[in-house]
């Protein structure tokens, strides 16, 4: 079935380093490919999607690229803020309109 | 616009019991999704409703059941409450036929303490 592999955590940061977060793949067909962001206390939100092979996805600065050769959607960022501390998750959606299927999750420390 | 909603925020119950949890999916949206989220983990597929029927089920047990209302909001119903079904609760909605556009948007979820 299908799944999604993350880079372990928990990941520390200085301020306005550089920022990748390893996502990798497995799925039949031609998958989907999101971040969600989740903040302390609060639900997931979408931070960027990349529907078809080559896309690029970007929101807030972060961006990902949909890498079919490698199965991979890594998040990067140029310059990290204390504010993008959270727990970041890389989904897929197979065959539209149905269940996200998620990784384990990575979780982001900025300090200043 | 209100996004998604959901009640309680949180519950603590015994073990044993039964649970009712409800969703109100984004205004304009008809399909809403249940995932089980433990602690340290990334959220769980439970189930999908779409006019009023299941659509989809994850890997849960039947403990697990689900209904969806004609104004699209959505309950689910967790039965002879385990320790293991302690997590929070997310419900997301969409809206059917956007194909690759497709995306979920989630509630704040529900935190469920089985004690």
Known sequence: ?112 | DAGVTQSPTHLIKTRGQQVTLRCSPKSGHDTVSWYQQALGQGPQFIFQYYEEEERQRGNFPDRFSGHQFPNYSSELNVNALLLGDSALYLCASSLAGQGASYEQYFGPGTRLTVT
Request: aromatic content about 12%; hydrophobic content about 30%; charged content about 20%.
């Open chain 1, 1 to 112: 079935g299908d799944s999604v592999t993350q880079m372990e955590g928990p990941v520390t940061l200085s301020e306005e380093a550089c920022l990748t977060i390893n996502c990798t793949y497995t799925a039949t067909g031609y998958p989907s490919l999101f971040w969600y962001v989740q903040y302390p206390g609060e639900g997931l939100q979408l931070l960027l999607k990349a529907t078809k092979a080559d896309d690029k996805g970007s929101n807030k600065g972060f961006e990902a690229t949909y890498r079919k050769e490698t199965t991979s959607f890594h998040l990067e960022k140029g310059s990290v803020q204390v504010s993008d501390s959270a727990v970041y998750f890389c989904a897929l959606n197979n065959f539209g309109n149905e269940k996200l299927t998620f990784g384990t999750g990575t979780r982001l420390t900025i300090i200043p």
